[in-house]
């Protein structure tokens, strides 16, 4: 499917970036591969990491959409032709958690589809099959473009229906509104920008007030529980606002 192939399996002891679908914390650009071929995606992966990007795979809508919440993609390499649900629906779908920008990939011929696909609103479209080198000088081009947008407005967690509009200051869940002190908004936002992984004590003291101290660490334990009494059912037994103790909070949003 890909050309160039042979030289990039002779390679790949030498791939530099990471796999996301053995998840670590880096600051690489992160692509997301959606197809549901098992083996273009494990040979995009070869390729991209190759060039230093980090790398993670869906195979069908739901597991797109989990993880652009989870991993924050900086951008989306999107199949057309998927099961279930085809390249389109996904597209939209994926624009109700992230605004990152998408590169359409498919066999089809670029005429049949590339009208659609930007009126859609995708960033680029690229047809199978391609050159490594056009599809990495793509996703380097787009990078570039998107470093000079706007940053995200809207954080969206569907499995939990938690919705955090930075613009407008408002909190949903479940379709309701949950009204939150400036201090309590800051930190679920906090929260919600490396949701589901635990953010340390001393990373939200220090955006919040700026120094951790004993006595932000107790301010920083009074919002967590103003938060909680918001947010969950039961507060004495939270399930979304988790405290990792002596290690920090932890928006949980993945049933």
Same mark, same amino acid.
């Given at each position: 499917?890909?050309? *160039?192939?042979?030289?990039?399996?002779?390679?790949?002891?030498?791939?530099?970036?990471?796999?996301?679908?053995?998840?670590?914390?880096?600051?690489?650009?992160?692509?997301?591969?959606?197809?549901?071929? @098992?083996?273009?995606?494990?040979?995009?992966?070869?390729?991209?990491?190759?060039?230093? $990007?980090?790398? @993670?795979?869906?195979?069908?809508?739901?597991?797109?959409?989990?993880?652009?919440?989870?991993? +924050?993609?900086?951008?989306?390499?999107?199949?057309?032709?998927?099961?279930?649900?085809?390249?389109?629906?996904? $597209?939209?779908?994926?624009?109700?958690?992230?605004?990152?920008?998408?590169?359409?990939?498919?066999?089809?011929?670029?005429? *049949?589809?590339?009208?659609?696909?930007?009126?859609?609103?995708?960033?680029?479209?690229?047809?199978?099959? $391609?050159?490594?080198?056009?599809?990495?000088?793509?996703?380097? +081009?787009?990078?570039?473009?998107?470093?000079?947008?706007?940053?995200?407005?809207?954080? $969206?967690?569907?499995?939990?229906?938690?919705?955090?509009?930075?613009?407008? /200051?408002?909190? @949903?869940? /479940?379709?309701?509104?949950?009204?939150?002190?400036?201090?309590?908004?800051?930190?679920?936002?906090?929260?919600?920008? /490396?949701?589901?992984?635990?953010?340390?004590?001393?990373?939200?003291?220090?955006?919040?007030?700026?120094?951790?101290?004993?006595?932000?660490?107790? /301010?920083?334990?009074?919002?967590?529980?103003?938060?909680?009494?918001?947010?969950?059912?039961?507060?004495?037994?939270?399930?979304?606002?988790?405290?990792?103790?002596?290690?920090?909070?932890?928006?949980?949003?993945?049933?």
């Amino acid at each position: 499917m890909l050309q *160039d192939t042979t030289s990039t399996l002779s390679g790949i002891s030498q791939v530099m970036g990471t796999d996301l679908d053995a998840y670590h914390e880096t600051i690489k650009p992160r692509v997301l591969i959606v197809d549901d071929d @098992s083996d273009y995606v494990a040979m995009m992966k070869i390729i991209l990491r190759q060039a230093d $990007f980090d790398v @993670s795979g869906a195979f069908d809508h739901q597991a797109a959409l989990d993880r652009c919440v989870e991993l +924050k993609p900086d951008v989306i390499l999107l199949d057309l032709m998927m099961p279930d649900v085809d390249g389109y629906g996904i $597209f939209q779908m994926l624009r109700n958690v992230t605004n990152a920008p998408v590169i359409i990939v498919s066999a089809a011929a670029r005429t *049949d589809h590339l009208s659609r696909t930007l009126e859609l609103g995708a960033d680029d479209y690229v047809t199978k099959p $391609f050159h490594n080198s056009e599809i990495i000088a793509r996703l380097n +081009k787009i990078l570039r473009q998107s470093r000079a947008s706007e940053p995200v407005k809207v954080h $969206f967690f569907p499995e939990v229906d938690l919705r955090i509009d930075l613009e407008a /200051h408002e909190v @949903s869940l /479940h379709g309701k509104v949950v009204r939150l002190l400036p201090r309590e908004f800051s930190m679920l936002n906090i929260l919600a920008e /490396h949701a589901p992984r635990n953010v340390s004590y001393e990373k939200i003291t220090q955006q919040l007030w700026g120094e951790d101290t004993p006595r932000t660490r107790a /301010h920083l334990k009074t919002i967590a529980f103003g938060l909680r009494r918001k947010l969950e059912t039961k507060p004495a037994r939270p399930k979304l606002l988790v405290n990792n103790r002596s290690i920090g909070y932890q928006l949980v949003t993945r049933t």
